[in-house]
């Protein structure tokens, strides 16, 4: 089958390698702009125009596919229409794609979610997922339609989220998940024995963008649902808590028995176990401002953080 493949971050990259491996003929891949990072500002690919380039296929980066958006999306249209794709495989690409693409491939455009839909449509389902204390999540093919991830689905796989489970692992698992997914799905689209399983609206919710204010961490809250928290934005883009004027990056934390009357975000001992909706939680893998990530055993080495020291301020 002659495919488009779009996609940007690291997630897609396994969906792309799987396709070319399944023998698909990868005509173009299409991905977001390259930006600049880290402090020299230089430009960097993203993880599928890596991918892409390692393969042999042309790339394509045009700022949006709408024609009101942006000045390349007309040649980026005649480009998709020219190349004539089978089917275009849309995953994380970061774009919502106009009518006018999805009526350009026979089989349509099918786009690999990492959730169980219909619950968490949206742009950061995997972290919302975990923050909400979810018992499973899983990876869903579909046929897109205009709307934010709303189209007929094809295929589900699910994984069990055990309580220790963070973000970035359940990222790794459900991205291989993803790539065997996707394969599957073409094989059954092409011999026409793709199911077309229509959304429901009844037990949906959405999985908006992250912002820093969310991964503040408020100690007010049940220590269950600060553990779930952080673990939900782990590894990035992280938790966080603060000491003394400065940023504590939070990866990890363990829940205790310990009951406390102390004030939320107190110390309620010398080894990072702070008080948190009258239970202690204790903060076990941190990265203070301005250094690397380290165990609570390697921070408290280099810093004293006595019982009754406040955070959050």
Do not use: W
Not at 77 to 98: H, R, T
Not at 158 to 178: C, K, Q
Not at 284 to 299: C, H, I, K, N
Request: a negative charge.
């Amino acid at each position: 089958m002659k495919i488009v493949f779009m996609g940007t971050p690291d997630f897609a990259v396994p969906c792309l390698k799987a396709l070319s491996e399944a023998g698909h003929e990868i005509a173009a891949v299409f991905t977001q702009p390259d930006k600049p990072k880290n402090r020299g500002h230089k430009m960097m690919p993203t993880p599928v125009k890596e991918c892409a380039e390692a393969l042999g296929v042309p790339v394509y980066q045009p700022v949006s596919l709408r024609r009101n958006k942006s000045e390349d999306a007309a040649q980026a249209i005649d480009e998709l229409k020219q190349i004539a794709p089978d089917c275009i495989v849309v995953v994380a690409y970061g774009q919502i794609l106009p009518r006018e693409v999805l009526d350009i491939p026979k089989y349509g455009c099918i786009n690999v979610h990492a959730s169980l839909l219909p619950r968490y449509r949206g742009a950061a389902p995997i972290q919302h997922c975990i923050i909400n204390g979810e018992k499973e999540s899983g990876v869903t093919t579909m046929y897109m339609a205009e709307g934010l991830d709303t189209g007929d689905m094809i295929l589900v796989d699910r994984i069990a989220i055990d309580e220790r489970m963070t973000a970035s692992v359940l990222h790794d698992r459900l991205s291989e998940m993803g790539a065997k997914l996707i394969v599957e799905t073409l094989a059954k689209v092409a011999d026409g024995t793709a199911p077309r399983i229509p959304q429901t609206d009844e037990d949906t919710c959405y999985a908006s963008m992250l912002t820093k204010e969310m991964c503040r961490i408020d100690f007010s809250q049940p220590a269950e649902k600060v553990y779930d928290m952080i673990r939900g934005l782990s590894a990035s883009p992280c938790a966080f808590t603060m000491l003394e004027g400065k940023h504590l990056k939070v990866y990890f934390a363990e829940k205790t028995d310990v009951k406390t009357d102390l004030p939320a975000g107190t110390a309620a001992d010398d080894r990072l176990g702070i008080s948190c909706g009258g239970s202690v939680l204790r903060l076990t893998d941190v990265q203070p401002e301005g250094s690397r990530r380290m165990t609570a055993d390697e921070y408290l080495r280099g810093k004293k953080v006595p019982a009754g020291t406040v955070f959050g301020e």
